[in-house]
């Protein structure tokens, strides 16, 4: 018998604001279309215009009545960040949902932001953290849902806080790791201090176990890294490992849930439900010890406040 694809239903969205972070390409994509289609206009918070035309012109030419605008944004500069914070409080729309989604894999060589952080800590997490701090006004306007995307490979991350920036030793899969495990602490730290201070937003996570997307060719080859053909092939082959892979449509529905379901909770962290998270419908997922210490959160969001110089409310 041929297995099912696994589906789960969205809610009527209509009239309801959304921001995705790297929407036109990948989960975020498939994100964006799924919102979309429930009747959410969604902001496709992009780097790359072209990319978000082509990706609004995709949607579109399936749901013709689809709400969609672009806004720029590049995760790894904190003035485009604050720009974006900017415009969207001067247009004062209240956001229902922000996904923060964007990010960067493995890059083979340390890399740094326009700020001069490594690029994956820096994009990955201290972007999303900023773009958050700014546009937290609108989310508290709207009782938001805030989903951080992290990934499996959080379990190859730790936090050395004498050394966050790997400078000392520049690691491709650690560093990698080191962001989505700071993705995963951030959202329950967020959904803590907006319990604890009475912010009114859910704050979660949510990983798309092994989901088909270009994150995993363009990384290893930026910055002129590993030869992008080479890199192709060797993917083109693990693709083909059975049961190991799964493809966007079904990649998307954890973070879909988390933003989505009136079930889905502030504080959790869901993924696949097949075998080790790889693939599969939407379930609650396992967090590492390492995403548990609430020292280590504390100290973590202190140091993105500092290094990003967004702040976010005492109380």
């Known amino acids: ?125 201290l972007g999303h953290f900023a773009l958050t701090g700014h546009l937290l006004p609108l989310l508290r306007d709207g009782g938001a849902r805030v989903t951080t995307l992290s990934s499996l490979t959080n379990r190859w991350g730790r936090f050395d806080f004498d050394d966050l920036q790997s400078e000392r030793r520049y690691d491709p899969r650690r560093a990698y790791g080191t962001s989505k495990l700071a993705n995963l602490v951030f959202a329950r730290e967020l959904d803590r201090r907006s319990r604890a201070g009475g912010w009114g937003i859910r704050s979660n996570a949510a990983h798309p176990g092994a989901t088909v997307t270009n994150l995993q060719v363009t990384g290893p080859t930026h910055g002129g890294g590993a ?24 990649g998307i529905l954890p973070a879909l849930y988390a933003a989505t379901s009136p079930d889905a909770e502030g504080g959790a962290y869901y993924g696949p439900d097949g075998f080790f998270e790889l693939t599969g419908g939407p379930a609650p997922a396992k967090v590492p010890d390492r995403a548990r210490d609430e020292a280590d959160a504390a100290r973590l969001w202190a140091v993105s406040e500092r290094l990003t110089g967004v702040t976010y409310p005492q109380g």
């Open 1 to 125: 018998m041929a297995r099912t694809t696994p589906d789960i239903p969205v809610p009527d969205l209509s009239g309801r604001l959304a921001v995705v972070t790297g929407a036109n390409s990948g989960i975020g994509f498939g994100l964006t279309g799924r919102l979309a289609r429930a009747g959410a206009e969604v902001i496709l918070a992009v780097r790359s215009r072209e990319r978000g035309t082509d990706a609004v012109n995709r949607i579109r030419a399936e749901h013709p009545e689809a709400k969609l605008s672009l806004r720029d944004l590049d995760l790894s500069s904190l003035a485009s960040i604050a720009a974006l914070g900017a415009r969207l409080r001067e247009e004062g729309r209240s956001i229902d949902y922000l996904v923060n989604n964007a990010g960067i894999m493995t890059p083979p060589r340390r890399l740094q932001t326009r700020d001069g952080f490594e690029l994956q800590f820096g994009g990955n997490h």
């Open 227 to 250: 030869s992008a053909r080479l890199n192709r092939t060797l993917y083109r082959v693990l693709y083909r490992v059975p049961g190991m892979w799964q493809q966007i449509p079904t």
